[in-house]
């Protein structure tokens, strides 16, 4: 009787185990794959706004994105924009973190709050004005103070700097998520590391070399290619920033080509064309990353 | 297992009055929701979509939908939605897809044969007989007839000027231009002066860059289209092309791809701005607001010139501003059900009455006067009497002269009736011409190369409809 209701239990636990990992895969498939799907199946039409017909028109949408230069145009800018702003908000996340974690655990997490808090609640919108108004080249403060510094105007929404403003303006943005991640894994590292290091007579650099690098290594990596990848799909900043004149169309990266040809050409065909060209690519870099690492033997 | 048998039983004694019961609200609020939702609304709401963002002008279209809601018993309420010019096609574009297209709209008249064409649009012609057609604006009036129907009323009409700084032309001894070889002199000695921009060209946005070119083709002599076809690598095309590129060289082009249509207006107020390329009715407005300066009354200060006429051409030529309301075909609006889609037009063609009627239409015009000017003839003389437009007397006088002597074309065309040609939605869309003016601006390409790659680009298009 005993072992019956034990094995009643189990099976009953196995169907609540399983039953919770279909309903997952479910809504998976919902939420993920069906939207996908859509999207490569409308790529694969002649579907275009304010209509309901459309034809088949196989891999037509693909040749033609390849054959026009904005396509490449916004894959040279995207790699650009996304490799630039991902490197700099990893340095100077990195470096923020290296720099708190020198403080007291409260007043690091105080601190931490403060640097993290603007991110949260900074709207795109604003952020993106707040800079524009900071660089006008008449009265913006920065613009100002270069002047007085070097006698010189600079003009940062030239052609020449406006790629380098679009990319520290992100960087500005978005470090202090970088730093938030690396600040943790310092956290965790455990402090008799430090005081072995320390009996042995090591300075600073070896203790970074040999105790915090190899420790907060693997979250930089991680946040990096996180950073990348939400970078490489960044829409709201380079729309807002470049607005939508000429600079849009030569410095937009992807997704403003993408937001163009589906909401000012009304061109659903094409638009969900280049967008799973960006899907699958983003796709190959993220398990190319993830496999080189299970190659290494890393995590 | 006693400890167990007497928690279970305390459990089961109290979870009957703690848990059972908010579960079984939050099951009647989920019933009673999913009722609600079910529940068809008995009246009508009628949304009108407008470009017009200026709160009194707003605020009058509000009063008028009030009015109709007091005479339309079956009419719950009119919602009027300010929808910048540059979302239009977006939100129209959500509306189709989500069933929640307005009832009356603005729409850019270039945009509106690609909505008749998909059948979205229903026709006006009885509104149009009921208003007098022979009353309204020649120069206007036939914006939205494609096919014998007229699918749009406008709502008015503005005319786009070239502005200039009085005070600041006299002090360096510049005359006014009245064509391009002029305009370059001026714009030279006005850099020479010391002036950090003598022509401003609002650059920031692309509509900006493509009415200022079809207005200097037009200018030229040139036509953007022949017999609906692209016509962007003519002669008067690519010297249009030169003519943009050395009368900006003579600021720092550097600012000029993101310089705002609205920044142009307290650049020129603070004096660093002696021309600007592209100024409509409202900068009358911000000028007057923003001129602080006692002793000199801004109306003075700041003048409309006519655009200059270029080597090829014989006069100058404007934008003309004149959105048409339309109204929505229900019948494409999955939101709507069979039987309050036709109600939902007839509710839409009695704002129009409403917002058409003398008394109303005028205290619209004059919400922002200058801007707005009345499409009917018979109205003129009263609303020129308005004081703000009596202040502004050289712009009103502009205007009109320009609509009159029909050298105003409406945007994106030289010719009013390029508005049949099917593809201008999307050519618009393309940024084809934007980025013709940009690259020849920016020094990466000669104007001729810029013009026959960008009537390459626009021949393709051209030939998919």
Redesign the interface.
């Known amino acids: 009787m005993l072992r019956s209701t034990k094995s009643g239990r189990a099976a009953l636990q196995a169907l609540v185990l399983w039953g919770g990992v279909a309903v997952i895969i479910v809504i998976g498939l919902l939420v993920i794959f069906v939207p996908v799907g859509c999207l490569i199946g409308v790529s694969l039409t002649s579907l275009r ?3 309901s017909n459309y034809s088949y028109l196989g891999l037509w949408n693909y040749v033609e994105a390849f054959r026009q230069p904005e396509f490449w145009r916004g894959a040279r800018n995207t790699i650009t924009y996304a490799i630039g702003s991902c490197i700099g908000q990893t340095v100077l996340g990195t470096v923020m973190a290296l720099v708190l974690g020198g403080w007291q655990a409260r007043t690091r997490r105080a601190i931490a709050i403060v640097f993290f808090v603007p991110y949260l609640v900074v709207p795109a919108v604003i952020a993106v004005q707040l800079w524009r108004f900071l660089i006008d ?2 009265v913006g403060a920065i613009t100002l103070a270069i002047h007085r510094v070097t006698g010189h ?1 600079t ?1 940062f ?3 020449g700097l ?1 790629m380098i403003s679009l990319i520290g303006i992100s960087t500005w943005m978005f470090a202090p998520f970088v730093m938030l991640v690396v600040s943790r894994s310092i956290e965790e590292i455990p402090s008799r590391r430090f005081e072995v290091i320390a009996l042995d007579g090591g300075r600073s650099a070896d203790t970074f070399r040999h105790v915090v690098f190899p420790a907060i290594g693997p979250a930089i990596l991680g946040v990096a290619l996180l950073r990348l990848v939400l970078m490489a799909t960044k829409f709201d900043v380079p729309y807002l920033f470049l ?8 410095f937009g990266p992807t997704t403003v080509l993408i937001y ?1 040809l589906a ?4 061109r659903y065909g094409e638009a969900s064309a280049v967008g799973v060209m960006m899907l699958l690519t983003l796709f190959l870099v993220i398990w190319s990353v993830v496999l080189w690492q299970a190659v290494r033997g890393g995590t | 297992m006693k400890s167990q048998s007497v928690w279970l039983t305390h459990q089961d004694h109290r979870r009957p009055q703690v848990s059972r019961l908010p579960g079984a609200g939050v099951l009647l609020v989920l019933i009673l929701a999913i009722l609600g939702c079910a529940k068809q609304p008995s009246n009508l709401v009628l949304k009108v979509w407008t470009t017009e963002s200026d709160p009194a002008t707003l605020k009058v279209m509000e009063e008028i939908g009030d009015e109709l809601v007091q005479s339309e018993p079956e009419i719950d309420e009119v919602e009027v939605v300010a929808v910048p010019w ?1 979302d239009l ?2 939100k ?2 959500q509306g ?1 897809q989500t069933g929640s297209l307005p009832g009356v709209t603005h729409l850019e008249p270039f945009f509106t044969k ?2 008749v064409d ?1 059948d ?1 649009l229903i026709p006006l012609d009885s509104l149009v007989q009921e208003l007098g057609p022979q009353d309204i604006q020649e120069a206007v009036r036939d914006v939205a007839k494609f096919d014998g129907h007229y699918w749009g009323i406008p709502q008015h009409f503005g005319v786009s000027f070239m502005a200039y700084r009085e005070d600041l032309l006299a002090r360096m001894g510049v005359r006014v231009p009245g064509t391009w070889a002029e305009f370059r002199d001026a714009s030279s000695k006005l850099g020479s002066g010391g002036l ?1 921009t003598p022509v401003y060209f609002p ?5 900006f ?1 493509d009415a200022i070119f079809f207005e200097a083709l037009a200018s030229n002599g040139g036509h953007a289209y022949i017999n609906g076809l692209p016509n962007f690598d003519s002669p008067e095309a690519v010297e249009t092309l030169a003519y943009l590129k050395n009368l900006v060289a003579t600021a ?1 082009t ?2 000029w ?2 310089a ?1 249509y609205v920044e142009g207006f307290p ?1 020129m107020v603070r004096g ?1 701005v002696g021309f600007n390329l592209f100024v409509g009715g409202r900068a009358t407005k911000s000028f007057a607001e923003q001129w602080t300066d006692q002793e000199m009354a801004a109306d003075r200060i700041f003048l409309p010139f006519e655009p200059p006429v270029g080597p090829h051409g014989s006069q100058g030529y404007s934008s003309v501003d004149c959105e048409p309301f339309v109204v929505i075909n229900q019948a494409k609006n999955s939101g709507s059900s069979a039987e309050e889609g036709p109600a939902l037009e007839n509710a839409s063609l009695a704002y129009l009455r409403l917002l058409y009627r003398k008394d109303n239409y005028l205290r619209l015009m004059k919400s922002v006067p200058i801007q707005l000017i009345p499409i009917f003839k018979s109205m003129a003389a009263q609303y020129s009497q308005t004081p703000f437009v009596q202040r502004w007397k050289p712009w009103y006088d502009q205007a009109i002269s320009m609509v009159e002597a029909r050298r105003v074309n409406p945007y994106f065309t030289t010719s009013s009736e390029d508005l049949e040609i099917p593809y201008l ?2 050519l ?4 084809v011409i ?2 013709m ?2 690259s020849v ?2 020094g990466d390409r000669s104007a001729k190369e810029a013009a026959k790659i960008a009537q390459r680009k626009a021949l393709a298009i051209a030939e998919e409809y």
């Open positions: 706004g304010f209509s080249p008449r105007e003009y929404m030239s052609e406006v607005g939508s004149g000429p600079l849009s169309s030569k163009e909401y000012e050409r009304l | 540059s096609s977006v129209l574009q189709f690609a909505f998909r979205l950090p650059g920031g946005d692309r509509f860059i720092p550097e600012t791809p993101s705002t650049r660093e939605f999307d618009y869309g393309s940024r934007t980025n003016v940009a601006m920016a």
